[in-house]
């Protein structure tokens, strides 16, 4: 896995360690044991490898569940 994240440093992506433990940011870089990210708001998240069950990209385009301001429920 170590390996792997470090092919990975200047990618966003989201980092599964079971239960409800899920995080995102930017691969910085990946030393000692330890998964370095950053956040969206420049903040700084250091994760053990070895806890790490699932990591995958962050997709662009992807959607989040919320509320949206165009829409038609708004126009009634």
Not at 10 to 37: N, P, T, W
Not at 44 to 59: D, F, H, L, N, P
Request: a neutral charge; glycine letters at 10%.
């Amino acid at each position: 896995m170590k390996e792997f994240l470090s092919k990975m440093v200047g990618r966003k992506v989201d980092v599964f360690c079971g239960g409800a433990a899920s995080l995102r940011g930017e691969i910085i870089k990946v030393e000692g044991g330890v998964l370095h990210l950053k956040d969206d708001e420049g903040q700084m998240c250091y994760v053990a490898v070895e806890k790490i069950t699932v990591v995958w990209e962050v997709r662009e385009d992807e959607k989040r569940a919320g509320f949206f301001i165009n829409s038609p429920l708004n126009n009634r």
